[in-house]
């Protein structure tokens, strides 16, 4: 591929998971190239086009169809305090307990809950 090199496709295949991410992002990624006159694509360009918070825990499980309303009713919380704990603004323990309640409930969640309490720990 002269566009597309394999360090910046091998960049794309790890950061994208769904049809419709690698639609958008490629579309994204090869305008930006166009635009700064780059070609290949570079890992760099790729790196600055992709959205940082995609992999947060809010994008993950909106992309599986859980939103904040969902969310809500599944764990029976008011949607204010589904937000703080999808921000980390909750207790660390009060976020370990709805994480495992979305476990249990077998919600994608991976290694996200560390991103959340290293928020509220901080926060």
Do not use: C, W
């Not at 360009?45 to 599944?74: F, Q």
């Not at 660390?92 to 996200?112: I, N």
Request: proline share 9%.
């Amino acid at each position: 591929m002269d566009i597309l090199p394999p360090d910046a496709l091998d960049l794309l295949a790890v950061q994208l998971s769904t049809p419709l991410q690698i639609e958008h992002y490629l579309t994204r990624i090869l305008e930006q190239a166009y635009r700064l006159g780059e070609k290949p694509v570079t890992p760099a360009i790729v790196e600055k086009t992709l959205a940082p918070d995609m992999h947060d825990l809010e994008p993950t499980l909106t992309r599986s169809g859980y939103n904040v309303k969902a969310l809500s009713e599944l764990l029976g919380i008011r949607q204010p305090d589904v937000r703080a704990f999808l921000r980390g603004q909750l207790p660390p323990g009060r976020t370990a307990e709805l994480h495992h309640q979305l476990l249990a409930a077998g919600l994608p969640l991976g290694e996200r809950l560390g991103a959340v309490e290293n928020r509220s720990a901080t926060g």
